[in-house]
């Protein structure tokens, strides 16, 4: 998992792992872990400029 302070939305890719899609940080190459990619997920939604959709 990666264990970076602060992920920003440019330096996030997506690789495979296995049948599953994770998105992962280019500067250590691991995947993210769950706060990380609930905030990434967030933040893009944001910035295409979809209204989010409260669970």
Do not use: I, Y
């Not at 440019?10 to 609930?38: I, S």
């Amino acid at each position: 998992m990666c264990e970076c302070s602060k992920v920003h939305l440019f330096e996030v890719e997506f690789k495979l792992d296995g049948m599953t899609v994770v998105p992962t940080h280019k500067n250590c190459g691991f995947g993210l872990d769950e706060k990380q990619a609930d905030k990434f997920q967030k933040e893009l939604v944001k910035s295409w400029g979809f209204e989010q959709e409260e669970d």
